[in-house]
């Protein structure tokens, strides 16, 4: 992913404008959160998740900067992993994601891979989203990064994060582990 013409897609698109909600743009806080995602030391797929993570809003964050029938257009600018992620985030009940990588994380535990196919549930309704481990680990680092990003403004995701995270931190990149605030409430 291009970074400088990520950022001018999303910046086109409104993300300079509106106030995100840990009080500042939405814009700063997406290029917070790929900072987060790099020193994390993510590839590039999940770092383009995360400057794209709201491109298409999500169940907290209801200001959209593109629909799903723009989702070519997104993946053009951040790649197909990175649009992959990016909606896969903005769509996952944040419940059904927590569920998900603590089951992943105990059969990792056990030496195991699923053996079932692994499905997202999507917030808006009914509907669920076929998954991979590796999209699930990817995810519930987002999570971890977008909240981290949030705290020196408004703790309030990570608060509210913190337990489902916890639940799955052996999932979590070490990096984020060894990072502020997580050192503190990850057990050892």
């Given at each position: 992913m291009d970074l400088d013409r990520a950022v001018r897609f999303i910046v086109e698109r409104g993300a300079a404008g509106p106030e995100h909600?840990?009080?500042?743009?939405?814009l700063e806080h997406v290029l917070g959160t790929y900072r987060v995602l790099e020193?994390?030391?993510?590839?590039?797929?999940v770092m383009a998740a995360g400057l794209f993570h709201s491109v298409y809003s999500t169940q907290n964050f209801p200001i959209a900067l593109?629909?799903?029938?723009?989702?070519?257009a997104v993946r053009a600018v951040a790649g197909d992993g990175g649009e992959r992620l990016a909606?896969?985030?903005?769509?996952?009940?944040?419940?059904?994601?927590?569920?998900?990588?603590?089951?992943?994380?105990?059969?990792?535990?056990?030496g195991k891979r699923a053996e079932t196919a692994l499905t997202l549930r999507d917030?808006?309704?009914?509907?669920?989203?076929?998954?991979?481990?590796?999209?699930?680990?990817?995810?519930?680092?987002?999570v971890a990064a977008n909240a981290v990003e949030q705290?020196?403004?408004?703790?309030?995701?990570?608060?509210?994060?913190l337990p489902g995270l916890l639940r799955a931190s052996s999932l979590l990149a070490r990096e984020a582990l060894e990072s502020r605030p997580f050192a503190a409430a990850v057990p050892a």
């Open positions: 909600n840990s009080h500042t743009t939405l020193r994390w030391c993510f590839d590039n797929d593109a629909t799903y029938e723009e989702r070519d909606f896969l985030f903005c769509i996952k009940e944040s419940a059904s994601l927590f569920t998900l990588a603590e089951d992943v994380a105990r059969l990792r535990a056990l917030w808006r309704g009914s509907q669920t989203h076929a998954v991979t481990e590796r999209e699930v680990v990817a995810l519930l680092n987002l705290i020196p403004r408004d703790d309030a995701t990570f608060r509210r994060d």
